[in-house]
């Protein structure tokens, strides 16, 4: 169960930032024909992000302590008392802009509205750009695990 929510929780939040750059790249050129293509991506992006926090949540209860113990006797530290107390802090503002996104979709004719299509835009590069932040300390946090499983 362990590997399995290791590969779930990064897969699922990587496809959430793809659903979010989707919504990005359509909200670029939003009209009528793309509307239902723009609430479907930003739907997607917010039922992915909720499977990434239920996953990752999920596994950091559970499984999280060992690894912390490794990481915090290693020789790179940081990864836990830096890189996941910043993912375990920020993560949830991302969750929040996630769930915001198809809200404002709905709500809005980005076709005609120019403030709800530039918001979408920051919303949806914000969620792009926080979660390629995680998905990095994620990989430092794990190799992290490896360098104190090695000494």
């Known amino acids: 169960m362990r590997e399995l929510l290791l590969m779930v929780h990064p897969t699922t939040g990587v496809l959430a930032m793809l659903c979010a750059l989707w919504v990005f790249v359509e909200a670029l050129n939003a009209s009528p024909r793309n509307r239902s293509r723009l609430l479907w991506g930003?739907?997607?992006?917010?039922?992915?992000?909720?499977?990434?926090?239920?996953?990752?949540?999920?596994?950091?209860?559970?499984?999280?302590?060992?690894?912390?113990?490794?990481?915090?006797?290693?020789?790179?530290?940081f990864a836990h008392s830096i890189l996941m107390e910043i993912k375990e802090h920020l993560f949830f503002a991302t969750l929040i802009l996630s769930v915001l996104l198809p809200i404002v979709v709905r709500t809005n004719d980005l076709a005609l509205n120019r403030g709800a299509r530039m918001l979408t835009l920051v919303i949806s590069a914000l969620i792009i750009l926080s979660s390629l932040a995680f998905e990095g300390a994620g990989a430092v946090i794990s190799m992290a695990v490896r360098v104190g499983l090695l000494n």
């Open 42 to 77: 930003s739907m997607l992006t917010a039922v992915l992000m909720v499977a990434t926090l239920i996953s990752g949540g999920y596994w950091y209860v559970v499984y999280y302590a060992a690894d912390k113990a490794i990481i915090l006797n290693s020789a790179w530290p």
